[in-house]
């Protein structure tokens, strides 16, 4: 039985048939089955459940995330791995309600059984309640948020507004772990039964099972430590650990050392080891923060990160290039001086940044800066080579181990920088990510060509992708009948502040049509009365300088007006009370929309959490709502819409901001007699043409030159 993944009594998770034992009988030990829920769940294990769940084959998902655990998972009992992980989840789950909640929403009951986690069955109970042709983006496929924004028209949307798009293409999880923190500790996506009468589409259902998934991740698997006994996280054979505890290996922190100290040819010590599995262990040890004690030299293969960091990749700010790959003396460097005044890739690298994107938009610069930190950490962590000695066979090389990268390269979850087990992806980059990728090695590289930093250009050889036509939903609006939904889901809510708060929100974006951020960013001093013909009148309008740094004024309803007033009553209100730190803001820097909870908006310094939402952060000095904060506000409003609606409509469910935007350039086009220039100023776009796609979309009167011919019989 070579190569078969086995359950046993041991104390180790996976244990690879050894091939200098004796041979067993073939099959699973007689009891094996009662002692499966005895085995430890690991952290490796639920990153390999989470990526099944996304539709990922097994085999797959074992290369990725347990391939340290021999070549045994890299075969047919990575098909088998999927179901016997359930029944250890489930196992481990028994006796607490709240965890069997989770363990049923992943894996239903159907006639009186669990069904297994195998891909087929999954898919089989998917057809019985979601629509056919939802069909959900894999996490793992998901570009960020930045490369996805700079597929738009900039008109259309702004940066912060994407991300309710982004969501509705590739599910909530992809941006879990808003900056700020929520009202609610338990949001409804983590609820799994919530709203059962309203039907599901793929994408929403597959969020919840990651969100289900992530909370038995945090509640039973158990990560490595140093610790640990060797034993406990790889499968070696009896020889094999014989052969480290001749070395005095007994845990993992031993092993670690022991590797650093043994050098890059370490797994010859070990009888059938190999350097593949070798390679793969040591990558394992990185992906799980298990570093060399300080003062000992690097892992094999890994010499140019900062041994303080305690951390396996990092990001470009603090890698610690080496002199031999910092660029000074690149294959392709020229012998002279050059504009960009630099004497090594660093300084090109900052030097292009500085003088071609300062002017781009932050999400160009955060996108094409992302792009550059790969190619960096590629060249000098995997390539050994300095930037400016890449050949086209390199860069060729590059773009395909985007698009299949190591373990040790991809994140399974949200991180921030600071995290120590923050990696550069999230998985393998798709088509249009490359797309981008290519662009800005290009920008970066024609730059340097220009300036004399570099004597050849190693990227002329290749031709960028054609980029695909973009597709404007300008469709996605609400109806009337929306609107009476909207109207009744309000009417039920209780009276309040917060209830004034979203009512003031909701009038602004539906009858001004701002974006998400410039309401986000509006104050009272932008506020003013307009004048008519020379005539000052009562009316107000909103000034502000909005996308691409064009002024706009904007006329408020009446009824917004006062919505907005009220909501400043209650601001005052907060800001009344002893200790408010927001005491000394007047009426005129009071934001349009604000807080009304401090304790969501104060400093969080002493954090020691990694996470988006609670790792350190400044305390928000102003009272402004954040971007990310609005967006998740009327997404809560528009789930409670959804289930006012029920089964009769269910596109509450993806509806959020970008929606009101779009019912306000539809109703300004009706009442406006179709006034292409009159929406184009209101809805602030630089290109009427933009504002034009709405006319198109407008089916009205084509319906009636329809209606108008007479049917042949």
């Not at 992302?370 to 080579?385: F, M, P, Q, T």
């Not at 290109?687 to 009167?701: E, Q």
Request: a neutral charge.
């Amino acid at each position: 039985m070579a190569g078969t993944a086995v359950i046993d009594e041991s104390p180790s998770p996976f244990e690879i048939a050894q091939p200098d034992a004796v041979r067993r009988r073939r099959g699973r030990p007689v009891g094996a089955k009662a002692k499966i829920s005895k085995q430890p769940i690991t952290a490796d294990d639920m990153a390999f459940m989470r990526a099944v769940v996304e539709g990922i084959a097994p085999r797959t998902a074992a290369l990725r995330y347990l391939s340290h655990l021999g070549p045994a998972m890299e075969r047919s009992a990575a098909d088998a791995y999927p179901d016997d992980l359930r029944k250890r989840i489930t196992a481990a789950a028994e006796g607490n309600p709240e965890l069997m909640e989770h363990v049923s929403l992943l894996w239903p009951v159907a006639q009186g059984k669990v069904l297994g986690a195998d891909p087929a069955a999954l898919a089989d109970h998917a057809t019985e309640t979601l629509t056919p042709d939802a069909t959900p983006e894999p996490a793992g496929s998901a570009p960020s948020l930045a490369e996805f924004a700079l597929q738009f028209p900039e008109d259309m949307y702004s940066e912060q507004e994407l991300v309710e798009i982004y969501e509705d293409k590739y599910g909530a999880s992809a941006t879990s772990g808003q900056p700020e923190l929520t009202a609610s500790l338990t949001p409804p996506s983590h609820q799994p039964h919530a709203r059962e009468d309203i039907p599901l589409s793929a994408k929403d259902l597959l969020a919840r099972k990651i969100d289900a998934l992530n909370l038995l991740d945090r509640r039973l698997a158990i990560r490595p430590h140093r610790e640990n006994l060797v034993q406990l996280w790889l499968p070696f054979t009896d020889s094999q650990l014989q052969a480290i505890q001749a070395q005095g290996v007994e845990t993992l922190g031993n092993l670690i050392d022991w590797i650093a100290l043994t050098g890059a040819r370490w797994y010859e010590r070990l009888p059938r080891l190999g350097r593949t599995r070798g390679a793969r262990i040591v990558n394992w040890l990185e992906s799980a923060v298990v570093t060399p004690a300080p003062g000992l030299p690097p892992l094999p293969g890994r010499p140019y990160l900062p041994a303080h960091t305690g951390r396996g990749l990092i990001p470009l700010a603090e890698l610690n290039w080496p002199s031999a790959l910092d660029g000074a003396d690149g294959t392709y460097r020229g012998t002279g001086i050059n504009t960009l005044d630099a004497s090594n890739d660093r300084e090109a690298i900052q030097g292009w940044f500085r003088n071609r994107l300062s002017e781009r938009s932050l999400a160009t610069q955060d996108a094409y800066q992302r792009a550059i930190e790969r190619l960096v950490l590629w060249a000098v962590i995997e390539r050994r080579k300095a930037v400016s000695s890449l050949t086209s066979t390199d860069l060729r090389e590059f773009f395909e181990f985007l698009r299949a990268p190591p373990a040790h390269w991809v994140q399974p979850r949200l991180r921030t920088k600071s995290a120590p087990d923050w990696r550069p992806l999230r998985g393998p980059l798709n088509d249009k990510s490359i797309e981008q990728t290519n662009a800005a090695i290009r920008s970066m590289f024609s730059t340097w060509l220009e300036s004399g930093y570099i004597t050849l250009n190693a990227m002329a050889t290749f031709t960028p992708a054609k980029r695909k036509d973009i597709k404007l939903d300008v469709m996605r609006s609400f109806s009337e009948q929306d609107k009476q939904l909207i109207v009744e889901t309000m009417g039920r809510m209780r009276d309040g502040p917060h209830k004034r708060r979203l009512v003031a929100i909701l009038r602004l974006l539906g009858s001004a049509g701002l974006r998400r951020a410039e309401l986000a960013d509006a104050t009272w001093k932008q506020m003013e009365r307009y004048r008519i013909d020379g005539v000052l009148t009562d009316g107000w309008a909103l000034r502000f300088v909005g996308k691409g740094e064009r002024e706009r004024v904007v006329p408020i309803h009446e009824a917004t007006l006062q919505a907005l007033r009220d909501h400043l009553e209650d601001r005052k209100l907060l800001t009344g009370m002893p200790g408010s730190m927001y005491a000394r803001i007047g009426d005129d820097d009071m934001p349009l929309i604000g807080v009304l909870d401090e304790r969501l908006a104060r400093p969080n310094a002493g954090s020691h959490g990694v996470m988006p939402h609670n790792a350190r952060r400044e305390g928000n000095s102003t009272g402004k709502l954040s971007h990310s904060r609005v967006y998740s506000l009327l997404k809560a409003f528009f789930r409670k819409c959804a289930a006012t609606a029920g089964e009769s409509n269910s596109d509450f469910l993806a509806a959020s901001t970008h929606w009101l935007r779009h019912t306000f350039a539809h109703a300004a086009l009706s009442e406006s007699g179709g006034d292409l220039g009159e929406v184009q100023q209101l809805l602030g776009h630089a290109d009427i043409n933009t504002t034009a796609i709405y006319t198109k979309a407008d089916l009205a009167s084509r319906a009636r030159t329809v209606n108008k011919i007479k049917p042949l019989v």
